[in-house]
């Protein structure tokens, strides 16, 4: 008779699964059939937990960047001013929710009177919520999140960023150029800050590896204008919306 399987965690022969370490514990490989139940359960069930808060939020156009700089650097007062003008068009201003980037995104939502929501993640920093949100989800797991900010977005402004704000970035360019999203603009404001990307992408244009349409899937910026009218373009006339109102709460 086969032995019963064991846990395969090399940090602890009988751990206790927290919301800290319970996607750590799930990665470390396999493990008995009913620990990963009880895994995909809690996935579930916060799915369902995104769902509910998500659904009645309006339009939304989620922005990315950095949790790192602070509010005298030039690059969180430009996040906040596209918070500003994403919110003075009428969208909803999705972030993760933590200081930085995002931090700056939401408040200029709320200075332009429009909806701010951050999607928090759970980790050891960072990840404090910013004091700009009118609505706050946490959630455990990168990917049931990051379903959530695709899901819920309707284009993308990424702001210079690091290892997260790049997955983001490039998850949804694969999936735009696989066609499991589409009509879905995204916007990178920060031309400088970006260079080494922008030219990694024409070297693999020219070696084939993407195709020159799929340049078209990502506008480099530093205007928040010209941010604006490729969204506008994109989004709001793609999408057929006419007019979109954020009616503030009592």
């Not at 602890?12 to 800290?20: K, S, Y």
């Not at 201003?93 to 408040?107: H, K, Q, S, W």
């Not at 701010?116 to 999140?145: A, Y």
Request: contains cysteine; aromatic residues 10%; glycine residues 8%.
């Amino acid at each position: 008779m086969a032995e019963p399987q064991q846990d395969n965690n090399h940090e602890d022969e009988n751990p206790t699964i927290t919301r800290e370490n319970s996607e750590r514990i799930f990665l470390g490989g396999p493990h008995s059939r009913f620990r990963e139940l009880k895994f995909v359960w809690r996935v579930v069930k916060e799915f369902i937990h995104g769902f509910r808060h998500l659904h009645f939020v309006g339009p939304c156009i989620t922005v990315f960047g950095s949790a790192r700089f602070t509010e005298d650097h030039t690059y969180y007062q430009l996040a906040r001013q596209v918070g500003y003008a994403l919110g003075d068009m009428g969208f909803t201003v999705l972030t993760g929710g933590g200081p930085g980037i995002m931090e700056a995104a939401n408040r200029g939502a709320k200075e332009a009177g429009a909806m701010s929501v951050g999607c928090n993640i759970i980790l050891p920093h960072e990840q404090d919520p910013n004091p700009n949100l009118d609505l706050m989800i946490e959630f455990e797991h990168f990917f049931v999140r990051k379903v959530m900010l695709v899901k819920y977005s309707l284009g993308f402004v990424v702001m210079p960023g690091g290892f997260g704000t790049l997955d983001e970035l490039f998850e949804a360019m694969t999936l735009i150029q696989t066609k499991k999203i589409k009509s879905f603009p995204i916007v990178v404001m920060g031309t400088e800050y970006y260079r080494d990307i922008m030219e990694l992408i024409e070297v693999m244009v020219k070696r084939g590896t993407v195709s020159p349409d799929d340049r078209k899937l990502i506008l480099f910026t530093d205007s928040v204008d010209e941010a604006m009218a490729h969204l506008k373009k994109n989004v709001v006339k793609r999408f057929g919306l006419k007019q979109l109102l954020f009616i503030p709460k009592e």
